[in-house]
């Protein structure tokens, strides 16, 4: 039996990277795309979508754009790291398939209102706004979610855009606080596991010898994105970070964690964003996620590769 998955993102190269996996397996079935705003403003998270999906010459998938702005803050984006248009490494053409009339938000209750209970996925890789949004406007719909598996956050890594936060909990922690609070069953890929996911030039390598427009895109993407890691961490390669959410569901196999309580600092400017995960068990906060810190990360990167050739 397939998976219904609907993927929230702000695409974002690693996000694209992340899309591909998905409509490449044949256990998810993707309902739809919901874009957010994050890595770069929505007009071009919604476009930077559609160029995917067309790429992967699933003109079928609904994407649909949703929020534009964080809750209650201004947006922080990330061009530094993904290039100007979110995508940047290669020209690919502006795509043609049309942008959903309706608003990511409302596709997203309509969704979990209409499929029968626990029978949905929310897969976020970006700001959680658009999913707490849908959380508030119509809580009925969180008990009919059968999980949530996202990338954000992080506890022994602590922080990528700025010391103690990592960017998609930095950039609206109202949101991720609501979505951790709400008692979903959560699963969580924070930068603790997807910095032991770093491509290396054989894996890049490996993308670009599947010899296909995707596989090429993808190596490109990733040679892009790898000389603002490399240069600031001076490692090897970089984090493909939203890819895990998907391979996780592929195969749980390949990742360990701890169940454990994790909440999100809103109130600081210092540590705004922190997600202040209790590992140890040094509290008796009732734990509300996953958290996951280990990968096979050979195993991961033989997924992406054998799964993008399939397209
Ligand atoms: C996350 O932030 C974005 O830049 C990436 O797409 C990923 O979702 C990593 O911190
Ligand atoms: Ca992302």
């Not at 702000?10 to 795309?33: C, F, K, N, R």
């Not at 534009?68 to 020209?91: C, F, M, Y």
């Not at 995707?214 to 961490?233: C, P, S």
Request: charged share 20%; with cysteine; hydrophobic share 45%.
């Amino acid at each position: 039996m397939t998976r219904k998955i609907i993927i929230d993102t702000d695409p974002g190269q690693d996000d694209a990277v992340a899309i591909l996996l998905a409509l490449a397996s044949p256990e998810l079935e993707v309902l739809g795309i919901t874009a957010v705003a994050g890595n770069v403003p929505l007009p071009l998270t919604a476009k930077n979508a559609r160029v995917v999906c067309e790429l992967a010459d699933r003109v079928d998938i609904p994407v649909f754009a949703g929020c534009d702005a964080p809750l209650t803050r201004p947006l922080v984006t990330a061009e530094h790291v993904h290039g100007k248009t979110g995508l940047d490494g290669i020209d690919l053409p502006d795509p043609k398939m049309p942008l959903q009339d309706a608003h990511a938000v409302d596709f997203i209750v309509d969704t979990l209102r209409q499929e029968p209970a626990g029978t949905v996925t929310l897969c976020p890789l970006g700001p959680l706004t658009n999913i707490a949004t849908a959380f508030s406007r119509a809580p009925e719909i969180v008990g009919k979610v059968q999980d949530i598996v996202l990338m954000g956050g992080a506890y022994f890594q602590v922080g990528n855009i700025t010391p103690a936060a990592e960017f998609n909990i930095y950039v609206d922690p109202e949101a991720a606080e609501i979505v951790f609070k709400s008692g979903v069953s959560l699963t969580v890929k924070p930068l603790d596991v997807t910095h032991k996911a770093l491509t290396t030039r054989s894996r890049v390598e490996a993308f670009r010898a599947l010899g296909t427009p995707v596989g090429h895109a993808v190596a490109a993407w990733t040679d892009f994105f790898e000389r603002f890691d490399i240069a600031k961490y001076g490692s090897a390669g970089a984090p493909l970070h939203d890819p895990t959410v998907i391979a996780y569901l592929l195969k749980p196999e390949l990742f360990s964690g701890r169940y454990i309580n994790v909440e999100i600092e809103t109130r600081s400017d210092l540590t705004r964003g922190m997600t202040v995960a209790d590992w140890w068990g040094v509290t008796d906060r009732k734990p509300n996620a996953l958290f996951i810190g280990d990968v096979d990360a050979d195993g991961f990167y033989r997924l992406l590769t054998d799964r993008l050739a399939r397209l």
